[in-house]
C-alpha cells in the first residue's frame, strides 16, 4: 500500500523460520529458530561456538534423526531435530546448559567473558596474518552477490568465510545472524579446516559479542560486519587477539580491534 492509500496485490516470498532441535547423543541439548537447510552444519557449528567441540574428530556422527510419527516399515527422516554422537572423549557438558535460542538472539551458555577465555583453544595473538585493506573492503559486496536467499526474500542474514587470498570458501543465509555464522564455521568444521587462521569470517548486520565469541571459537583472525560492533564485541576482539571491522560498506570500514593486521593496498 502507498502513501496515498493505492493498493496493490501481489504475491510475496518469505523467508522460512522453524524450529531445530540439537540433540547431543540423542538427548536434547537446546532448541533454536532457524532458516531450514544446512541444518548438521548448523548443529556443529553451534558446537564449536559452545566450546564443546573443537576439530573433526570430536564427533562420531551427526544426522537427522527418524521421524518419531513415521510408520515403522517406512521410516523417515525429521528435518527439524539432529542428533550429534560426541566421540568418547570429548566432555559433555552440563544439563543446565539445555536452553532454547532464538533466531533474534544467539547469546549461548557461556555465562563470563572469562568462561569463554578458558573454553577457546586459540590465542589469536600467534596467528601472523594481515589482509589488504582493499580485499576487506570489497569483501561485502562479494558476499552480497552470493546471497540467493536475500535475493528472494529481503529477510536473511548472511555470513561469509573468505581464504587469506579474498577467495569466498562458503556463503550461508539464514534468518538469524548467528545461525548463520554457525552454519559456516561447522561447513569448515566438517572439511578440517578449524582452527580457521589467516581466514576472514564477513557477516551481514551488526557485530554482537556472540558473534565475536563464535569467531574466536572458529579460531579467525578477523570478524567484518556490514553494521557496527557492540562495545562488547569490541573488548573480546581485544582480549582474543582478534582484528574486527565494522562499517564495512561503501569501500570504506573501520578497525575496532587489530589494526596491526590491516595494510595499506598495494598500487
Same mark, same amino acid.
Given at each position: 500500500m502507498a ?7 501481489r ?10 532441535e +540439537?540433540?547431543?547423543?540423542g538427548e536434547?541439548f537446546?532448541?533454536? #529458530?532457524r532458516t531450514p537447510g544446512?541444518d548438521l552444519?548448523?548443529?556443529? !557449528?553451534?558446537?564449536?561456538g559452545?566450546?564443546? $567441540?573443537?576439530?573433526?574428530?570430536? $564427533?562420531v556422527?551427526a544426522a537427522? @534423526?527418524?521421524d518419531?510419527?513415521?510408520a ?6 525429521? /528435518?527439524?531435530?539432529?542428533?550429534? *554422537? ?13 536452553r532454547?535460542v532464538?533466531?533474534a538472539? !544467539?547469546v @549461548?551458555?557461556t555465562?563470563?567473558?572469562d568462561e +569463554?577465555?578458558a573454553r577457546s583453544? /586459540? *590465542? ?5 596474518a594481515? =589482509? *589488504?585493506?582493499?580485499? +576487506?573492503a570489497?569483501?561485502p559486496?562479494? #558476499?552480497r552477490?552470493a546471497?540467493r536467499g =536475500? ?9 561469509a568465510? =573468505?581464504?587469506p587470498?579474498?577467495?569466498?570458501? @562458503?556463503?550461508?543465509? *539464514? ?7 554457525d552454519k559456516?564455521?561447522g ?5 578440517e ?5 589467516? /581466514?576472514?569470517?564477513q557477516?551481514?548486520?551488526r557485530?554482537s ?6 569467531a574466536w571459537?572458529a ?6 560486519a556490514?553494521s557496527?560492533?557492540?562495545s562488547?564485541a569490541?573488548?573480546l576482539?581485544?582480549d582474543?587477539? #582478534?582484528t574486527?571491522?565494522?562499517f564495512?560498506r !561503501?569501500?570504506?570500514?573501520t578497525v575496532?580491534?587489530?589494526?596491526e593486521r590491516v $595494510?595499506?593496498?598495494?598500487?
Amino acid at each position: 500500500m502507498a502513501a496515498d492509500g493505492q493498493v496493490t496485490r501481489r504475491q510475496d516470498t518469505l523467508a522460512t523460520e522453524e524450529p531445530l532441535e +540439537i540433540q547431543l547423543d540423542g538427548e536434547p541439548f537446546t532448541t533454536t #529458530m532457524r532458516t531450514p537447510g544446512h541444518d548438521l552444519d548448523l548443529a556443529l !557449528g553451534f558446537l564449536v561456538g559452545e566450546g564443546v $567441540v573443537a576439530r573433526a574428530g570430536d $564427533v562420531v556422527r551427526a544426522a537427522h @534423526c527418524p521421524d518419531a510419527t513415521a510408520a515403522a516399515s517406512t521410516p523417515t527422516k525429521t /528435518h527439524n531435530v539432529v542428533t550429534v *554422537d560426541l566421540a568418547p572423549h570429548v566432555a559433555r557438558p552440563a544439563p543446565a546448559r539445555h536452553r532454547h535460542v532464538t533466531s533474534a538472539c !544467539g547469546v @549461548c551458555g557461556t555465562a563470563t567473558v572469562d568462561e +569463554i577465555r578458558a573454553r577457546s583453544p /586459540h *590465542d589469536l595473538h600467534e596467528d601472523a596474518a594481515r =589482509f *589488504d585493506s582493499r580485499t +576487506i573492503a570489497d569483501l561485502p559486496g562479494r #558476499m552480497r552477490d552470493a546471497q540467493r536467499g =536475500f535475493d528472494r526474500t529481503g529477510g536473511l542474514h548472511a555470513a561469509a568465510l =573468505f581464504a587469506p587470498d579474498g577467495r569466498l570458501l @562458503c556463503v550461508r543465509e *539464514d534468518v538469524g545472524r548467528h545461525n548463520a555464522l554457525d552454519k559456516v564455521v561447522g561447513w569448515a568444521f566438517t572439511r578440517e579446516l578449524l582452527p580457521l587462521r589467516g /581466514h576472514v569470517l564477513q557477516v551481514s548486520g551488526r557485530a554482537s559479542f556472540e558473534l565475536a565469541q563464535k569467531a574466536w571459537l572458529a579460531g579467525a583472525p578477523l570478524l567484518a560486519a556490514v553494521s557496527a560492533p557492540s562495545s562488547l564485541a569490541a573488548d573480546l576482539a581485544g582480549d582474543a587477539g #582478534m582484528t574486527l571491522v565494522g562499517f564495512s560498506r !561503501g569501500g570504506h570500514f573501520t578497525v575496532y580491534a587489530g589494526a596491526e593486521r590491516v $595494510v595499506p593496498a598495494t598500487p
